[in-house]
């Protein structure tokens, strides 16, 4: 089993909106990241949590803040977010050298 | 400073033929070399993968090719069929961190 379970698949928010992004993931992985994917660009890392800890933070703003919960679950609260963040999120997880991706959830911010 | 570089962002291919897919990085410290295939509005799926302590390794249609020396690596898709058109990242890691290309877009014309 190499899933990685994303929810919403899709997710339309006002800029006044409060929302949360999931990931969940089943394999014992202690990485799990989130990406910032626009189209036909590569991911951008915006997170890692190593073993339920924030090891990077790449500069993200703070209307984006992670949580992760327990080891299989990652979150990512939304709030106050601006048009320009609409993009597809992916959720990711990692033991070893292989990444695991889940389908993502596509943010449109109106 | 984009450290994993693919410089072709497209590649048009004959169904049947072989797909060649090509990777340049800087950072002599990577020591894992991964390719993703992706379609529109989902994630990258993990494809194939190779240590740097190799110089190939095979699946099936897919070999990885890795150059440390020059540090490039090389995606082959033998016989290239239909369904192989996506976009093509290739990855390198170093640690719990993976860079990404900008991705090639596959096309194998029928």
């Known amino acids: 089993d190499t899933e990685v379970t994303q929810t919403p698949k899709h997710l339309v928010m006002g800029m006044t909106n409060k929302k949360s992004l999931k990931c969940e993931q089943h394999m014992g992985h202690r990485a799990m990241y989130w990406y910032k994917q626009k189209a036909k660009k590569p991911p951008e890392l915006m997170f890692v949590?190593?073993?339920?800890?924030?090891?990077i933070n790449e500069s993200v703003p703070s209307r984006f803040s992670p949580e992760c919960p327990n080891s299989s679950l990652l979150n990512l609260h939304l709030h106050a977010l601006q048009p320009e963040d609409s993009a597809l999120y992916l959720c990711?997880?990692?033991?070893?050298?292989?990444?695991?991706f889940g389908p993502g959830t596509r943010l449109t911010v109106l | 400073d984009q450290q994993v570089k693919q410089n072709s962002p497209s590649l048009s291919v004959q169904e049947g033929r072989i797909s060649i897919l090509n990777c340049d990085y800087t950072n002599s410290m990577f020591d894992y070399f991964l390719w993703y295939k992706k379609y529109p509005a989902e994630g990258p799926t993990f494809l194939i993968s190779?240590?740097?302590?190799?110089d190939k390794n095979e699946d099936g249609r897919f070999t990885v090719f890795l150059n440390k020396s020059a540090k490039h690596l090389s995606l082959h898709i033998v016989p290239s069929q239909p369904g192989d058109s996506a976009v093509y990242f290739c990855a390198a890691s170093a640690g719990n961190q993976f860079y990404f290309g900008t991705g090639t877009s596959l096309t194998v014309i029928p």
């Open positions: 990711a997880s990692s033991r070893g050298d292989t990444q695991y």
């Open positions: 190779i240590s740097s302590i190799k």
């Open positions: 949590y190593s073993y339920e800890k924030l090891s």
